[in-house]
């Protein structure tokens, strides 16, 4: 599934393409996506103002309105020159005046289109989502103060999109770890310390993933334009009973929140009220 890096490498290989010019018209081959895909006649003739994101949403803004699209499970976007002819699964395309073309692809339907009246920060779909990891708002205070009445896992507390955005399980699971905080403790029992620790390692798995991203931003343009999930080391996602890079320990599985959760059972002790075990 793409994720916020994912999509932040998509929003920086499209960019150049869109910004500047002018939507001629929006093709819509599929309207069945997750929801009905249904956006106003008046963007054809608009110019293209911005492309932002917002969580792991691509906001399109133009002169009348915005273009918000979502990925969901399985979605890419290519550029792709007019004359290209459409491969299975490709739901939409905007075509650009004088340009090449924007090519929505996506198997299994689950990304979405909608159209956002200015100021977009306020579409329904926008307007609630938790804070940027990536922003300056983002920080270990903000994680204590918002965690200080909130009994759940320390794991599902940073994957809540209320309280942070575009934080998966891969990255949720390796920041801890990165952290040395286990994944189960209650989210108001950790301290202000481990907090900011837990923040700098989410901005900094986050960041990496995303350079790693932009070596694979040629995949955009082209005929096989399809680009992968980025090739990360992993120190726990995924790794069960094998044994940690760290101190060789057998990573142990535990189900949180209904979502598998791989930590190190020496290396993440920490909650911060204590000094960490190892
Ligand atoms: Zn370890």
């Known amino acids: 599934m793409p994720e916020l890096p994912e999509v932040e490498t998509t929003r ?18 599929n309207h069945r996506l997750r929801w009905p895909v249904s956006l106003p006649e008046h963007l054809s003739g608009s110019p293209v103002l911005s492309v932002s994101r917002r969580a792991k949403y691509l906001l399109i ?11 969901g499970m399985s979605g890419s976007l290519r550029v ?30 689950f990304g979405s289109f909608h159209f956002a009246e200015h100021p977009s920060a306020e579409h329904w779909l926008l307007k609630n989502l938790g804070v940027e990891p990536l922003d300056n708002e983002f920080s270990g205070d903000y994680l204590f103060e918002t965690s200080r009445n909130r009994r759940v896992a320390v794991k599902n507390f ?61 995949d955009f343009v082209g005929s096989d334009g399809q680009p992968g999930y980025f090739k990360q080391s992993l120190n726990v ?28 059972p020496s290396c993440q002790t920490f909650s911060g009220w204590k000094k960490p075990v190892c």
Not at 61 to 71: D, S
Not at 158 to 187: H, Q, T, W
């Open 12 to 29: 920086r290989g499209i960019e150049p393409f869109l910004t500047g010019h002018t939507i001629q018209r929006v093709h819509v081959r």
């Open 237 to 264: 996602y995924g790794r069960q009973d094998e044994a940690c890079r760290v101190c060789n320990t057998t990573l142990k599985l535990q189900i949180l929140g209904q979502r598998s959760t791989v930590y190190c």
């Open 158 to 218: 940073i994957m809540d999109g209320k309280v942070v955005v575009g934080v998966g399980n891969i990255y949720a699971a390796e920041s801890l770890f990165r952290a040395g905080i286990r994944p189960g403790i209650a989210a108001h029992r950790v301290s202000r310390l481990a907090y900011q620790l837990l923040a700098e390692a989410i901005r900094q798995i986050l960041a990496n993933a995303i350079n790693v991203g932009g070596t694979t931003l040629r």
């Open 61 to 71: 803004e133009t002169q009348a309105g915005a273009l918000v699209v979502h990925l």
């Open 80 to 109: 792709v020159s007019p004359d290209e002819k459409p491969r299975p699964h490709d739901h939409v395309d905007i075509e650009l005046q004088n340009g090449p073309w924007l090519r929505y692809n996506d198997p299994r339907r």
